[in-house]
């Protein structure tokens, strides 16, 4: 799956879950800084992309850099995907 993907999986689930108008996430859109979702509502994006993706975060990983933003949750996502398949 390419960054791409990933950024249109992540932002259909804050759209279907968040957004409640016809609104939809900006790709660049801090998430939290613009109210779209909250402490909790990142929990759930967190257990949404460890479901979907089939993936772990480690504690150290669970920082807001990595989930301020649907680019930055997917290239995050993406780089940590990537070194999975390398093992």
Do not use: Q
Request: aromatic share 10%.
């Amino acid at each position: 799956m390419n960054k791409e993907e990933i950024g249109e999986e992540v932002s259909r689930f804050i759209d279907a879950n968040f957004l409640f108008d016809e609104r939809h996430v900006k790709i660049n859109e801090s998430l939290v800084g613009s109210g779209t979702i909250d402490s909790t509502g990142i929990l759930e994006v967190i257990t949404f992309l460890e479901k979907r993706f089939n993936v772990t975060f480690e504690d150290e990983e669970l920082v807001g850099d990595n989930f301020d933003t649907v680019d930055r949750i997917r290239s995050f996502l993406f780089k940590k995907l990537s070194s999975n398949e390398t093992r």
